[in-house]
């Protein structure tokens, strides 16, 4: 069974950085690709980047350009690089499986880790 481990989150100002990183463990065989999705107080989970075994990433569009998602395969790590942090940005941000994230965010039985809390001050 797969687990994650998120890390890295923190108290940051506007404008700050931060680097989450995601160790994921048990059988992964069956996942490709890996992603990162993040829960606002109040709001859906939603999904903020993916990326492919090959390296290939795709980006929401409020995070694109600002963030950069990446992994190490022999680690069985993902990292989520945050720059010009915003207010917005606040969330608690999991890892998961990124190969369907439709059905990671809406299947009930689907693991999600602790998460860590990223809270951005203005």
């Known amino acids: 069974q797969v687990r994650m481990v998120e890390s890295g989150g923190g108290l940051v100002q506007a404008g700050g950085s931060l680097r989450l990183s995601c160790e994921v463990s048990?059988?992964?065989?069956?996942?490709?690709?890996m992603g990162w999705y993040r829960q606002a107080p109040g709001k859906q989970r939603e999904l903020v980047a993916t990326?492919?075994?090959?390296?290939?990433?795709n980006y929401g569009a409020s995070v694109k350009g600002r963030f950069t998602i990446s992994r190490d395969n022999a680690k069985k790590t993902v990292y989520l690089q945050m720059f010009s942090l915003k207010p917005e940005d606040t969330a608690v941000y999991y890892c998961?499986?990124?190969?369907?994230?439709?059905?990671?965010?809406?299947?009930?039985?689907?693991?999600w880790g602790q998460g860590t809390q990223v809270t951005v001050s203005s």
């Open positions: 048990g059988n992964i065989g069956s996942i490709n690709a």
């Open positions: 998961n499986d990124g190969d369907f994230p439709e059905l990671v965010l809406t299947d009930d039985l689907i693991y």
């Open positions: 990326i492919s075994s090959g390296g290939s990433a």
